[in-house]
């Protein structure tokens, strides 16, 4: 049986909890713009970490802002791919061994950055392509404009639980 816990609250705690549900629901329209803003930033940082590794712009080019209303989120991250495989978590990752690695694009690859093409190609095919850890460094360069937003976004939903300023309907929500 898995480790399990539960947590919970008085009367009181449940009560803070719907006026923060539906404080929620006042500013829905506001607080989907922090985070499509926020999202926007973290977007422009995410491409600028990734350019300078740029060979087509394939992956720096695909990063890609996806906001959720219903859950209200914000995802930011590349949507390439290569072949079958997320370009993404390949750089991010690395990868083991590529046996069957084609010479041709580790030639044109080569080409451009005026390096040797065979020593590339035998390294990745035997070692494999090593890891590129840019979304800490994405995260670590973003981390202000990140706790800005959750300041706004804490700021936004007080304001409405406390009835202060009430925030204008949004159209269409």
Known sequence: MPMRFKLRGDKTVKQIAVALREANTKNRAQTMTVLQEVGNDVKKVMRDVLKPNAYKGTLYKSVEV?????????EIGPTAARGAWDAGLIFENGTGPIPRLPFGPIKKWAAVRGVPAGPIWYAIKTRGVKPHPFVEHTLNMSMGKIHKAAEKIGELIVKAYLHIGEPPEAPGL
């Open 66 to 74: 996806d906001v959720d209303q219903n859950e209200l989120k914000v």
